[in-house]
Each structure stands twice: as structure tokens, then as C-alpha cells.
């Protein structure tokens, strides 16, 4: 027979154990989605950044780019491809349509942290961090719920300047 005290010491012990499984399944289940034509952006906020992962079924470069309006001039593009095992995440900037740049070469910060990437099966992806506010005319500030154009494009080669096969602009809630 069980007593009170071994019986409380028990259910203390499936209560926390219940806890500590809804946590982790709520922390797998915070990256929010969005796919468009053989292309998925992955996004989770976390205290001062936001945690990136692109996937597209290429080999090529993968590519997503924030606006705060539906236009590529002006669009934070975030270019990352794996060559040789090498993994390469840019940071540039849209001047017009056919000309971006790396931030760093107009003056801004490269503010890309955590980069990795892979390619297996025909398919390419990246993943890094980028911060939250980033204090130059390059960047925009990303904010959990804001309605942001997400542009998404890839490429079957891994040269930044070779044109896209599939570019998108689509509005999101961050």
C-alpha cells in the first residue's frame, strides 16, 4: 500500500515529466513555413534574431530576400550555395532589378551569423541567423507578426550572378 507523501512524490514526478514533453514539443513545432515551387523558407524568432533555413531542389544557389514593399530595389537578399563542400552565405543588397551587391562593398554590415549548408540528393540548403535590427539603410528591421514580401529564387548554378530559374515575391506574417 502507498501512502500520501510517496503517492504526492509521485504524481510531482508525471506532473513535471508531462511539462518538460510539452516544451519540447512546442520548441519543435515553433518554425514557421512557406513553400513556393520546389522552394521552403523555415523561420523561428528567437530573443534577438531570426533563424533561417532554405531548401530548394537545385544545386545551384538558394536565395530569400526581406522588403517592406513588393518591389526588388530595396530587398535585404540573402544568397548562400554549397561548392565543394564549401559553404558560401552572402549578404547583398538589391540596387534595380539585375543589380545586387554585397552590403559590405556599399558600406553596411554583413550581419549573417550561424551559416551552414549542405546539397544532397539534387537539393541545396542553408541555414543561418540574421539579427533582428541591424542599424543601416541595407537591412530592414524584422518583427514577429509583421507582414513582410519575401522574395525566393534559386539557381542551377552556384555562381551569384547567373539568373535565377524560379524568383518569387510573396507576402508573409513574419
Known sequence: MIDISTMILMMSFFSSLTLDI???RQEETTFKSVSVEGMAFHWKFSKDFLNCRVMA???GWVAIGFNTSDQLAGTNLIMGAVKNESVIIQDRFIIEPGKHLKILELGGSDSIVKKQGK???GSTEISFSVPLSVNDKYH????EGEVIYLLMAY???DDFAHHSIMRRTIKIEL
Open 119 to 121: 546539397e544532397s540528393g
Open 57 to 59: 531542389s537545385t544545386t
Open 22 to 24: 510539452k516544451t519540447h
Open 155 to 157: 539557381s542551377q548554378e
Open 140 to 143: 530592414h528591421n524584422l518583427t
